[in-house]
């Protein structure tokens, strides 16, 4: 679910199966090597002997290709490995991903610090980092916003990096958080050459609530007259059904990637990308209370009827004829106030008693029953492509044309009053030249972008009739609750438009690296946006202030990092940075009175210090660091998916590959998260659950409707964004024997949080355990994993700014799956 009311109310990685081509090695090896479950990705070698001595030279990657000690572009530009980059980032292997089980972005945060996501509707479309929505990039170019709309694919990746922070200017507008970058398999070894040969594989899983996925990858080189290109061909099917009752995902994703050498100086990499998701989001429990979270005591009771037509469903002209169903403050009481405590029994029997359930009772609720409706629908294709022309004329010199496409079709339908649809899409094309001058003083890269960012939208929402609490989740929805939605009308829309932006960019960046250790990296960056946007005011509900508007407005980012290699592998640094960002909502819309009131552009500034080392022989990655970093202006956000926040904390990560059988990681994170809107009005806009309501005695008075008001910010203390754990800690473990049997481990310890800005609900901590095997034989690999071991019992919170004190999400007890994956 969303909301978009006002405040008030590039190189890809190595594959692992190149040592297992090589017919020398003893047979065990070969099988260790053709998969990331089973065995570690060591170097190779090209003799005997050094085949001989392999036992004893660990290579840069390690077990699971896990060291970051590879180049990596996607941070600042520049092809630096994550020990020599003066950011906090870190990457996760393909190796790691199907080691560990991981399907989803939720898996991500036991591999990184500085991530943890409260639930947006269930769905797992982008992580928070730093304690704020992130964003996703394919292969260095920004994605639309996903927050909400459907899950981003993991399965198709060669390797995910996630990058805490702003991104660096070459990359134009970001938000403040931070962002993920998944880069697609490809049929490029490292350096950089084609494969020698063809190899694929075929995986089908099984699991827990009728889980179904059929995989199938193939990868090689081929000639087309004469001229050699590498391709990369991907597909996921799945049809898979539910821990929650009536939810399913069925889900399409076909991935293809294209890379040929056109002439000695030209190259081109191209490919793409489709998604088709077809689900529901998961809006989790309603009528929360502390007992709920605590024991599962639920309050059960019908809402009265409304439905006059007797088609089933309540329309909006039916509530309206009742009266107010989300009563501001208790004015209409004659309390005067817009806050909770205002509200009393004897105001709701008085002035509100269609607000009142009947056949109240108590109950214990399965987590199972959730919001989710028979007919709610979570559609969504999303298609993304790029375009890459490489001219490498010699002498240090690159000049990369980038074309990228990515939109989406999105549907969202919730029976308890919420739907909205989306039909946008972006193109962006940027020219990066690049030029590296070696002296004896050092290695001096530059690099020069202009680009061009079109993004065109059409997005639609209906949310003035949001009523969580009139369904009895014991029963399901009835004709007491289900409510007609503006996108089956097509009628009386809360928002309702389309429009256009155009981002003009121009960057600058240089790495200077000398020889005796200091390395400086400056950049620079100027965007100039243009914004045309329309309301339709025949599909509003309410007539708009502003019909129609166009406006534009510049805007400024700058970075400056410094490092020292120090003896013994450490590189301290230091980064400042400022980062504007182009505040959209979650279908990349800009509203015309944003356009009007120019705010839909403001920047972050990222202060970030932190030491890193690669020791042992580089079986042994450790870094640290601590930020500050913060909206600079706080009067402008996107509830949804862009709050204007502070954030402070210290990240540590270490990677340790023991031998080529043992890999050990582990992370810690403290995260504080101020909402700075909230703390400078001294109120947040809010709806009132029942732990909110303390002077109402009998929360059965007003559950047919939402009373909503503001919540007094007096304090720093009370602006802290709820649902993120101020203290997290992670630790994973693998071990593979030269057999062929592998065993994987994950645990994720979570502090307790408050479910919502009220602070009046307060979910427990926990302590996540997953555990994994596998075997190969042969050309045969079996692999099964149980999430959640210990059965644990925890929540996550959802959309805390405003639904936090109402609903809350129920997380999956234990499950099983298990796969068997072909390679040929």
């Not at 509200?343 to 269609?354: D, G, H, I, Q």
């Not at 019909?547 to 407005?553: H, I, L, N, T």
Request: aromatic letters at 12%; glycine letters at 10%.
């Amino acid at each position: 679910m969303a909301d978009t009311r006002p405040a008030f109310a590039k190189a890809p990685a190595a594959p692992q199966h190149g040592a297992a081509r090589r017919r020398r090695l003893p047979l065990s090896a070969a099988l260790l090597c053709c998969t990331a479950i089973a065995a570690p990705a060591w170097s190779q070698t090209t003799t005997a002997s050094a085949e001989a001595a392999q036992d004893e030279e660990i290579v840069v990657t390690g077990q699971l290709d896990a060291l970051p000690n590879k180049d990596v572009g996607t941070i600042f530009g520049f092809n630096k490995t994550l020990v020599d980059t003066p950011r906090s980032a870190s990457t996760i292997s393909k190796e790691q991903i199907e080691r560990f089980g991981i399907t989803d972005i939720y898996d991500l945060v036991a591999q990184a610090p500085g991530t943890f996501t409260n639930s947006f509707f269930g769905v797992g479309g982008a992580l928070d980092i730093r304690g704020t929505p992130g964003e996703v990039y394919f292969r260095g170019v920004r994605r639309l916003d996903n927050p909400g709309n459907y899950p981003t694919p993991i399965g198709a990746s060669d390797r995910i990096d996630i990058v805490r922070g702003p991104a660096s200017p070459i990359y134009g507008p970001s938000k403040t958080g931070g962002y993920m970058n998944f880069v697609p398999l490809s049929a490029r070894v490292k350096g950089g050459a084609l494969m020698s040969g063809p190899e694929g594989e075929i995986s089908y899983t099984r699991g827990s609530w009728d889980k179904n996925v059929l995989k199938a990858q193939l990868r090689g080189p081929a000639k087309i007259g004469g001229s050699e290109f590498g391709y990369s061909l991907y597909a996921e099917i799945e049809d898979s059904g539910s821990y929650y009752r009536n939810m399913s995902t069925n889900q399409t994703i076909l991935q293809g990637a294209f890379d040929n050498q056109l002439t000695d100086t030209v190259r081109i990499e191209f490919g793409g990308m489709y998604q088709k998701y077809d689900g529901q989001q998961n809006g989790g429990w309603n009528r929360l209370t502390q007992a709920l979270v605590d024991n599962g005591t639920y309050i059960t009771g019908t809402a009265r009827p409304l439905d006059t037509s007797g088609d089933g469903q309540i329309s909006q002209g039916e509530f309206n004829r009742v009266g107010v169903f989300n009563p501001f403050g208790s004015f209409a009481c004659g309390g005067g106030s817009p806050f909770a405590a205002s509200f009393t029994n004897a105001c709701f029997t008085s002035t509100y008693p269609y607000l009142s359930l009947q056949n109240v009772g108590t109950t214990t609720l399965s987590r199972k029953n959730v919001l989710t409706g028979e007919t709610d629908v979570l559609k969504n294709k999303a298609w993304t492509g790029y375009f890459d022309t490489i001219f490498e004329p010699g002498d240090d010199l690159e000049i990369k044309n980038q074309f990228f496409y990515d939109g989406y079709h999105n549907l969202n339908e919730n029976a308890y009053g919420f739907s909205q649809f989306h039909k946008s899409w972006v193109i962006e094309d940027k020219i990066v030249a690049s030029k590296t001058v070696t002296s004896d003083l050092g290695k001096f890269s530059f690099q020069l972008s202009p680009s061009i960012r079109y993004t065109k939208f059409l997005h639609g929402d209906d949310f003035n009739y949001e009523f969580f609490h009139r369904v009895d989740l014991t029963q399901g929805y009835t004709a007491l609750s289900d409510r007609l939605l503006s996108t089956e009308c097509d009628c009386n829309y809360t928002n309702y438009a389309k429009g256009h932006f155009t981002d003009y960019g121009f960057a600058g960046l240089t790495d200077l690296d000398f020889d005796f250790g200091l390395d400086l990296v400056l950049g620079a960056r100027y965007d100039s946006i243009h914004v045309t946007s329309r309301n339709n005011p025949a599909k509003l509900e309410i007539a708009p202030a502003v019909v129609a508007a166009k406006g534009d407005k510049g805007a400024w980012s700058w970075n400056g990092s410094v490092s020292y290699k120090l003896p013994f592998g450490l590189v301290p640094y230091v980064t400042l940075s400022k980062q504007s960002v182009v505040i959209t909502g979650q279908g990349a819309e800009i509203y015309p009175a944003d356009v009007v009131g120019g705010t839909f552009v403001s920047a972050s500034k990222l202060r970030e210090a932190g030491i890193k080392g690669s020791f042992l022989n580089n079986k042994l990655y450790a870094a640290v660091s601590v930020y500050k970093q913060k909206r600079t202006d706080f009067n402008i956000q996107s509830i949804t998916v862009n709050q204007a926040v502070e954030t402070k904390g210290v990240e540590a990560e270490f990677r340790w590959s023991v031998d080529k059988h043992f890999l050990v990681t582990g992370a810690y994170t403290h995260t504080n998260v101020y909402n700075l809107t909230a703390l400078n009005d001294g109120t947040l806009f809010s709806f009132f659950g029942i732990q909110d309501l303390v002077n109402v005695t009998n929360p059965a008075l007003y559950l047919g409707g939402q009373p909503i008001g503001l919540v007094p910010i007096p304090n720093k203390n009370a602006s802290r964004r709820a649902g993120i754990p101020e203290n997290l800690y992670s630790l994973t473990a693998t071990y593979s024997f030269d057999n062929g049997l592998a065993f994987s481990g994950s645990v994720v310890k979570v502090d307790s949080v408050f479910s919502g800005q009220s602070q009046a609900v307060k979910l427990p901590a926990y302590t996540l355990l997953d555990l994994g095997a596998s075997f190969q034989t042969g050309s045969w690999l079996f692999r099964g994993t149980v999430k959640n071991v210990t059965n644990e019992t925890y929540f996550r919170a959802n959309f805390t700014e405003l639904f936090g004190s109402t609903i809350v999400l129920p997380e999956r007890p234990r499950s099983f799956q298990a796969s068997v994956i072909y390679k040929f």
